[in-house]
T-cell receptor
Framework: SQTIHQWPATLVQPVGSPLSLECTVE??????LYWYRQAAGRGLQLLFY??????ISSEVPQNLSASRPQDRQFILSSKKLLLSDSGFYLC????????????????FGNGTRLTVT | RKEVEQDPGPFNVPEGATVAFNCTYS??????FFWYRQDCRKEPKLLMS???SGNEDGRFTAQLNRASQYISLLIRDSKLSDSATYLC?????????????FGGGTRVLVKP
């Protein structure tokens, strides 16, 4: 069965510090990978998605970046955090659309609760 | 207009009652539809997909109305454990990389 791991679960970082959140998926190959953010009391905002190694699509211009160095690894980074970066960050995967399955749902990791102070 | 809109609620529901709520979407090319459930401070979890003909999973019934561009979720015989935020999710399909757009969620509170 497929599993998704995301860490850390919680993180408190000062403004201006760097960020690295990691997500790995097991039990599937060539998944679509996603990073979402949910601010307190708000809906989920898609930040990045990837359909393959090295392929990153950015949805919202900001000081965050994403990388996919391996097929089942997705990393969210920032060089300098802002207060507005606080939120609940969720990694997710879905079956690759290139397989002809364009209707597969997302499966989320447990999330990282980031507080920028 | 937002791509996916939901009544934020809360819907206060007596235990054992039926509750239903809708979600509207703006893009007529939308192809896939899902309902997710999110408990407080947890990740969203897939509740059910929504099929064109409507579908049922136990006490939960989902329906799609393409003409009016909305989907609905009905919960029968509500349990206390049904208290959660229900997220409507819409996909534009393979052409858009299976990118899913989330609604803001509808909060449901089931009370004894």
């Amino acid at each position: 069965s497929q599993t998704i791991h995301q860490w850390p679960a919680t993180l408190v970082q000062p403004v201006g510090s760097p960020l690295s959140l990691e997500c790995t998926v097991e039990g599937t190959s060539n998944p679509n990978l996603y990073w979402y953010r949910q601010a307190a009391g708000r809906g989920l905002q898609l930040l990045f998605y990837s359909v393959g190694i090295g392929q990153i699509s950015s949805e919202v211009p900001q000081n965050l970046s994403a990388s996919r160095p391996q097929d089942r690894q997705f990393i969210l980074s920032s060089k300098k955090l802002l207060l507005s970066d606080s939120g609940f960050y969720l990694c997710a995967w879905s079956v690759a659309a290139s397989r002809g399955i364009g209707n597969s749902p997302l499966h989320f990791g447990n999330g990282t609760r980031l507080t920028v102070t | 207009r937002k791509e996916v809109e939901q009544d934020p609620g809360p819907f206060n529901v007596p235990e054992g009652a039926t509750v239903a709520f809708n979600c509207t979407y703006s893009n007529s090319a939308s192809q896939s539809f899902f309902w997710y459930r999110q408990d407080c401070r947890k990740e969203p979890k897939l509740l059910m997909s929504v099929y064109s003909s409507g579908n049922e999973d136990g006490r939960f019934t989902a329906q799609l109305n393409r003409a009016s561009q909305y989907i609905s979720l009905l919960i029968r015989d509500s349990k206390l454990s049904d208290s959660a935020t229900y997220l409507c999710v819409v996909s534009l399909g393979k052409a858009a990389g299976n990118k899913l757009t989330f609604g803001g969620g509808t909060r449901v509170l089931v009370k004894p």
